[in-house]
């Protein structure tokens, strides 16, 4: 099979897929914010807590990954996964585009009209603990407290004039993390 036969496919699915109705990228990152203020360890995270939190239920995705998956817009979808898996287990919290192949870059105003923009949850953060900041690039960030580490991408909407959340990971506090504080 070609490439533009692949894309093609993956076209075909996306469009057959229901856009699901009440779902939105603002609830979702409410819900983390209440994941991180009331969930003591990332080992008590579990579908049925983190599916309500995020606004979303927790068990359309394949074995082993648990999480739910919904296109929220013609062109763009939202879900989240726990995948424990990894040698670092994480909660995976993120909006996709529609598959595009070579495409310039797709504003993400359409999902990105909520209050909860990067200023709003980097200052809601903070407020938490979360006070060491490393880059990974303008639209990259990671940070911890002494509970979780924390992995964040954005992407800027020019119609919107603001940097709007596309990602965020929540990982348990590393070995490593931990020997880095301040």
């Not at 817009?73 to 919290?93: F, I, Q």
């Not at 598959?99 to 903070?126: F, K, N, S």
């Amino acid at each position: 099979m070609t490439v533009q036969q692949q894309h093609d496919e993956e076209i075909k699915r996306w469009d057959a897929w229901p856009i699901r109705e009440g779902h939105s990228p603002e609830r979702a990152w409410q819900g983390v914010l209440h994941i991180l203020r009331t969930v003591p360890r990332f080992a008590y995270i579990t579908p049925e807590i983190a599916g309500p939190a995020l606004g979303m239920p927790g068990q359309s995705l394949p074995p082993p990954l648990r999480g739910y998956s919904a296109r929220i817009h013609p062109d763009w979808a939202l879900g989240w996964a726990l995948d424990e898996r990894t040698s670092l287990p994480m909660v995976d919290v993120s909006l996709g585009h529609r598959p595009q192949m070579g495409a310039p870059y797709v504003d993400p105003a359409p999902v990105c009209d909520g209050p909860t923009d990067w200023a709003a949850l980097r200052g809601a953060l903070e407020e938490m603990g979360y006070e060491v900041w490393s880059s990974v690039s303008e639209l990259g960030h990671y940070t911890y407290n002494d509970r979780y580490a924390l992995t964040i991408t954005l992407l800027p909407s020019s119609q919107l004039r603001k940097t709007c959340i596309n990602s965020i990971k929540i990982m348990p506090l590393s070995p490593i993390s931990s020997r880095v504080r301040r």
